[in-house]
């Protein structure tokens, strides 16, 4: 399967745990991109890499959301000090890197509970 | 600001019967991106298609048919002889064509059920 994949699928943890999501792109890809979904709710931008370089945050990305893409393939996602409110998919998705206006291709997201 | 808006929260159809997404969008730029991607149960985002503002001419892939008319700013999304396989949530979404383009604006989606 050459599309992206996302890892942890599903995440239980308790309020106040730190944790890290992992998303692999389509190989060829070098955009990079993350969103967030709550239930009922179409999918909110949270932040786009370059290549390596994080070149967008969204407000919705608090100091406790962090992410990175260290050589330019996967990127993690990592929420520190988790709250309810961080109950959601998140999504990944990725694009050629050529044109703006290019499709972004999904991952199946994890989703994340917090207790 | 762009604002994408899905009307229909939810649609419930009979196998075989033809079924009417709605879309409307505001945006202010005079170049954008118009995509329509569907999310079945595993949660995956596939997407569907994409038009450019330039680009008036409905589009039809098999069962699947799209009317973009940019004077009232709606790309509806059509499925003919819709099947069970088609119940999904399906998303409308915006793109820029310049500046912060990159991301793209989803209306909250519409839940298709086809019963059989």
């Known amino acids: 399967d050459t599309g992206v994949s996302q890892n942890p699928r599903h995440k239980i943890t308790k309020r106040g745990q730190n944790v890290t999501f992992r998303c692999d792109p389509i190989s060829e890809h070098n955009r990079l991109y993350w969103y967030r979904q709550t239930l009922g709710q179409g999918p909110e931008f949270l932040t786009y890499f370059q290549n390596e370089a994080q070149l967008e945050k969204s407000r919705l990305l608090s100091d406790r959301f962090s992410a990175e893409r260290p050589k330019g393939s996967f990127s993690t996602l990592e929420i520190q000090r988790t709250e309810q409110g961080d109950s959601a998919m998140y999504l990944c998705?990725?694009?050629?890197?050529?044109?703006?206006?290019?499709?972004?291709?999904f991952g199946p997201g994890t989703r994340l509970l917090v207790l | 600001a762009q604002k994408v808006t899905q009307a229909q929260t939810e649609i419930s159809v009979v196998e075989k019967e033809d079924v009417t997404l709605d879309c409307v969008y505001e945006?202010?730029?005079?170049?954008?991106?118009l995509f329509w991607y569907k999310q079945p149960p595993s949660g995956e985002l596939v997407f569907l298609i994409r038009?450019?503002?330039?680009?008036?001419q409905n589009e039809i892939s098999g069962r699947y048919s799209w009317n973009f008319q940019k004077s009232t700013s709606s790309f509806n999304f059509t499925i003919t002889a819709s099947q069970v396989v088609d119940s999904a949530v399906y998303f409308c979404?915006?793109?820029?064509?310049?500046?912060?383009?990159?991301?793209?604006?989803f209306g909250k989606g519409t839940l298709l059920t086809v019963n059989p």
């Open positions: 038009r450019n503002s330039f680009d008036e």
């Open positions: 998705a990725s694009s050629l890197g050529i044109e703006f206006w290019e499709t972004q291709y």
């Open positions: 945006t202010r730029d005079t170049t954008y991106y």
């Open positions: 979404a915006l793109t820029p064509g310049g500046g912060s383009n990159y991301k793209l604006t």
